[in-house]
C-alpha cells in the first residue's frame, strides 16, 4: 500500500464519517460504537498528519551507512 493510497483511504473514511455525522440514525446507536467511531477518526487522521514525518525517518535509516 503506497502513501497516497493510505491518505485517500484516510481521507475516504473521513468524508464518510463526516457524512454519518449529520445522520439522524446515529443518535440511536449505543454511546459506545459512537465514541469508537469517532476515536478511530481521530486516530486515522493522526496518522496522516504524522505520515510524511514518518516517510522523513524512514529514509532517513535506509540510507546506506557512511565509512569512512
Not at 14 to 39: C, I, K, N, Q, W
Amino acid at each position: 500500500l503506497s502513501a497516497d493510497a493510505f491518505i485517500a483511504a484516510i481521507d475516504a473514511f473521513s468524508a464518510a464519517l463526516d457524512r454519518l455525522r449529520a445522520d439522524p440514525l446515529m443518535r440511536e446507536l449505543p454511546p459506545e460504537t459512537v465514541g469508537g467511531l469517532f476515536t478511530l477518526g481521530f486516530a486515522f487522521e493522526e496518522m496522516r498528519r504524522e505520515l510524511p514525518e514518518l516517510g522523513n525517518r524512514l529514509a532517513e535509516f535506509a540510507r546506506p551507512a557512511e565509512t569512512g
